[in-house]
């Protein structure tokens, strides 16, 4: 019995591996992290650049805290989170590595993005109901809307780890009326990105 069951389970994780092979998943995978390394790269030399040359930008994301409100920062996070990822959470996650509480922060930070996600996909649910709206968004988003059909919650993992926006993914996830608790479930990888990056982040500010 036991070996029945390994047996089938190999089959299973081998089908699906040839499965993502003939369409072309790991080949978007690669390319999207190879897209994701150079703004990255950018991002970590324009902190570099700007602290040497232009500003000490640890004395500027002091300032940031001492001006503004923890919550009205994470409030203006989470609507861009919830709007098509309009600002990258790399500026957010170096603003917490500099307030009273780093940990806290970037945690709340994280559900924000999470959150955001979870709006995102109700948008996109939304936008089904509306034909004119969902007609355009079908056209403007037709690529990202036939990955989620193809490859469905694996696309939603690499769009919560990966350096793309997250709210695209949730609202194609959301059209596709992919199940909602594997959406929450894949969509929790999301934490994990933003402490990840913290650990670079944090040592450069």
Do not use: C
């Not at 299973?12 to 369409?23: E, F, K, N």
């Not at 600002?87 to 500099?98: D, Q, R, Y």
């Not at 307030?99 to 995102?120: C, E, H, K, R, T």
């Amino acid at each position: 019995m036991k070996k029945d069951a390994k047996s089938k389970k190999k089959s299973r994780i081998r089908l699906l591996h040839q499965y993502y092979s003939y369409t072309g998943f790991y080949s978007f995978v690669w390319n999207s992290v190879k897209k994701a390394i150079l703004p990255i790269v950018l991002f970590i030399a324009a902190l570099w650049a700007i602290d040497r040359f232009v500003l000490d930008i640890e004395d500027m994301l002091v300032t940031v805290t001492e001006t503004y409100s923890p919550l009205g920062i994470i409030s203006v996070f989470f609507a861009s989170e919830s709007l098509l990822g309009l600002i990258p959470p790399e500026l957010f996650i170096a603003w917490s590595g500099k307030s009273a509480s780093p940990i806290l922060y970037l945690s709340l930070l994280a559900l924000a993005s999470y959150l955001g996600g979870v709006i995102s996909y109700f948008m996109g649910r939304w936008m089904t109901k509306i034909p004119a709206v969902h007609e355009a968004i079908e056209v403007k988003m037709a690529q990202h809307i036939k990955n989620t059909r193809k490859w469905g919650g694996f696309l939603i993992i690499v769009g919560a780890l990966l350096p793309i926006p997250f709210a695209m993914t949730s609202i194609a996830a959301g059209i596709i009326k992919f199940q909602f608790p594997s959406f929450l479930m894949f969509g929790l990888l999301r934490f994990v990105r933003f402490y990840l990056y913290a650990l670079v982040i944090f040592e450069m500010v």
